[in-house]
Structures are given as C-alpha cells and as structure tokens.
C-alpha cells in the first residue's frame, strides 16, 4: 500500500505492506537511523518515537495506522524545546554509555516532560519503566530528566 | 608480547600529500623513514588543517575508550577536549594489537586504557616534540623555548597555529627521546570535567553502529536455526515465503547450521524466514533439557574432583569448615543466559571492485574475524579489511575470536555472487534461543 507520512514536519509517499512495523519504513526505506531496532515486541523501548506528540513503540506501530499522523523521530529533537534541553542535560551529565537505547530513553524523556514538567524520581521510574538500558544507566536518565526540566524552568 | 616503550621507535612521516603528519610505534621499534609504508596506521593523524585525531585501537561499546585515548593524545599536545576528533583504527594485529593480549588485536578484561595508556601518550607527545621543533626551525629559536597550547605554538615572542607546521614537521625525524608531560602538568588525565566525546551523536540520533549501516544495493540476510543446537539443515520449503514482499531466496548453510534468508530489507527477511519449513537432522543434535543439565551439574559439584586437584588444599578446607564455629550455607544456581546486548549481533559484508573483503562491524576482537574471513575467502590477511563501528554493547557476547556471527555473515556471502553487500542481522528472538 502506499501511504503518505508525515514525519518530522515533512510528508514522504512511502509504499509497504500492511503490517510492516513503522520502525522499518523509518530505517530501511526512509534510512533515518537514529530510532533503533532492539527487540521487535515492545519490551525494550529501542524504538521509541512520537505519534502526534506521544511516545509510542514503533515496532508495534502498523504503517497503515500512522496515515493522518504526525511522526516524529530523535533526528527533530535538537528543534523541539524540550528535546534540546533534555540532550543538553544528556551531555552535561554524560548519560550514555553504548547509547544504543539513548534515541528512545530521549523520546520518552521528551514525552514525560511534555505531560509533566516537574517529575519526582518516582514519577520518572514510573513513565520510563519500558525503556531498557542494558549498560543500567538508568540513575543518569533520571538525574538527566531533573536536569533538563532546571534547564527548562530557567 | 609486550611493549616496552623505551625500546620502541616512534615513526612519523607525510602522507602522499605531504600534508598530513602522522605518529606511531612501528611494529619492530625501529623509527621509520619518511616514505616507510609502517606508517600508514598511526596512533594519531594531524591534517594540514591542524585538525587532530586520535586513531583508536579498541572499539567503542560504552566503556569509553573513544573518550580515553583522544584524551591521552590531547593531555600530551596541550589540546582541549573539543580539539580532538576520533577514528577507528583498521584490523592489524601488528600495530593495533592490544598489548597484554599478544599479536592480537581486541578490546576485554578492563585493558584497554592499561595497554595504552603509555603508548597513546608517547605518540602524542611525539606529535607535540615534532610540532614544536618545526616552529623552532622555521622561527630560529630553540624547541624548548616553545609551548603547545590549546592548539597554538607560542614562545620566544612568536604566537602561530600548529596548522602552520604540520607540512615541516611531517619531513622531521621523530625525536629519539620522549618528555612525556608530569603528573602537576596534567590537565585533563583524572579530571572529572572531562566529558565524553560521543554523547551528542548518542543523543540526536547521528551516532553509526553497525546496525545503522546501509550500503548501496546490500540484501538483509537472516538466518533460520534449529530449535536444537547443532542439529543440521537438510532442506527447505520457501513456498510461503515467495509471498513475501522483498524476499529474494534462501539457501542452506554450506555448513548445514542453518538455512539463510535473503531479503531486500530487515522486515522481508524476518517475514520470510518466519515463513520458511526447514526440515533437519537431529539425530546429532543437543537433546537434553535445562533440568536435565543443572541435575548433570549439581552431580559433577558432589562428585569426587578428578580434574586440576589439590589435595592438600581440599584437605584444609574441609578442616577450616569442620572446625568453624558457624557455617553459613547457601545454593545459588544460575541457568545459561544469554549476554543481550542492546544491539542485537550484525554484521555487513562487501567485496570491492579489487576483491578485497570488507567486514562492517562493531568488531571487540578484530583479530579473530580477520583471520576467519581471510580463511574462508582464500585471501591473503591484507586483502580483508575491518570497519570497526560503534557497538550497543558486548557483555562479552562480542568477544568472540573464534568470530561465530562474523563466520556467519561470511558464509551467507559465499553463497552469493557477491554483487552485493550482505547485512547480516540477528533477531532478539535469535539472541535469546541460540546466543
């Protein structure tokens, strides 16, 4: 099927088979490779990217569910307000170590903030709880979302 | 083999250009001449930009040593952090070996900055002694009035880039003594404020693994494996597969481990292969179950020791625990786990217009796949070539020299024409059955 996709801003005529995981259409077609593959099923958050604003799996995210949808990646970041300061506060504090997972912990960094600015360590273990680093620098993540909601407040 | 840096030359000399002014220890110690090939892999380059890169011999998997070895270069040329850039060394376990491994090129066991803590330092310490020596040349005072900071060569009332010296410094001899720089001298060795040099394409989505690799014109190859390790691939039914959009063929292992899948992108290769009946031979295939193997383990620890015993010190702790006023008793039993990278195993093979093999990976121990594909390809070790990219992690699963994925990869290329790159990927679903 051909669809049309609108992703970071810009609308890309993609063609693929219904069913195919938007994780594949945004690497292998579109070869934006900053939203990774890690498990195909959801459990490790890898792929995390925005679906009209909210953190959404990609890898169990349908090509045809997305026509209409505003699709953003890690690649915009840097020009959403709050993205920018969470990869500033990611570099402050040097949060990655192998940064495979970083792409979709970022995301989701960026979604919890939109929805809350302020969150308690609790509040960020509860909304990141799906987003799996295997290096477990899950203590910088959280100190990297309070840094980057100062940043924000300031 | 070790190294001993007082008994190693330094090399330098200018690339084709005459421009690029490149240090490292040659191979046999001796310092090179200008025009010596030993040259060609260099701890570190300077351009005639007077742009800095650290050449980094051990791969990147978060532990740091992207980060470690440019800042030895750096502390040693008085460059700030955001002075220096970084590149992966090629495979040449003759240059870039890790030096408590051997002739052995590979990253493991917490060794990297250890193995080349003295060696980066001493090649940037050359670099800045070669740089310094053509300013006093060109500016007819002595080297040791003559500072290199932040990039700038300054003394004896002169202030010029080390960009203006790097076309003379690359004709001079590398200097036969060293002054690396004191322990008060030291800026950026030990300072907490040093940040990591890779943390901002880790963070935008820049960063290239392995994985990210997308060549011109490459097939994804996936693998179908037995549900039973070791049990062999006797044939395949990819009638249902053909219905997958982007399949291309399957074709069984020329050492019958598994069947491979040939696709034109990652999701066909996963829908085909899921789609693929394999039938196999288990009749020499792993048959026992996880119970099976913890009770086979749990008799092997009550058993007698028959292997690598000392008596006498089995003697003394039976007496240690029979004389102990309280014995502490506890059973831990871990089942096979597998390693789990974030980065599921991946890998891209090529063949160049001149024949040469090039493997694409975010390669812990190159050695070992270079000597593999150099075996399986019938090439000599020089026409085989490693990219070493970033790796989403090991936890030992790639430190591998006997090159099991890499193999892999090789084999599902050998079946093919050769025409196009072969992306080798692995499913979690893989990692967590066969890892």
Partial sequence: MAISLKLNG????????????????????LKMTGTKFGCGVASCGACTVHMNGAPVRSCQTYIEDVEGAEITTIEAMAEDKIGAAVQQAWIELDVVQCGYCQSGQIMSAVGLLSENPTPSAQEIDDYMWGNACRCATYQRIRAGIQRAAEILEA | ?????????????????????????????????????????????????????????????????????????????????DQISYEFAPSDPAVYNNTLFGPFQGTGGSTAMANSYLQYRQAGAAAREMLLQAAAQEWGVAATDLRLVEGMIEGAGQSAPLADFVATAATLDAPAELRLKDVSELRLIGNPDVRRLDSAIKGDGTAMFAMDLHLPNQMVAMIARPEQQRATALSFDDSAARDVTGYIRAAI????????????????????????VVEWDTSAAEARSSDQIEAEIRAALEAEPTYNVNAADIAATRAAIDGAATVVEETFYFPLLAHAPMEPLNCTIEQTAEGDIVLHDGAQMPTGPHMALAEIFQLPMEKVRINTMLAGGSFGRRATPTADYQVEAALAFILTDRSRPVHLVWSREDDLRSG
């Fill in chain 1, 10 to 29: 810009k609308t890309h005529e993609v063609t693929a088979d219904p069913g195919t995981p938007l994780l594949w259409v945004i690497r292998d077609e």
């Fill in chain 2, 1 to 81: 083999m070790t190294v001993s840096p007082t008994r190693r030359g330094f090399l330098k000399g200018a690339a084709a250009a005459g421009a690029i002014l490149v240090v490292g220890l040659r191979p046999d110690g001796a310092v090179a001449a200008a025009g010596d090939p030993a040259m060609i892999n260099p701890f570190v380059k300077i351009g005639p930009d007077g742009a800095v890169t650290a050449i980094v011999k051990h791969f990147e998997k978060g532990q740091g040593p992207a980060t470690g070895l440019s800042t030895l270069i750096a502390e040693e040329m008085g460059l700030r952090m």
């Fill in chain 2, 253 to 276: 292992l020329p050492n019958q481990a598994g069947v491979v899948v040939y696709a034109e992108h990652t999701w066909a290769a996963m829908q085909a292969r899921d789609a693929l």
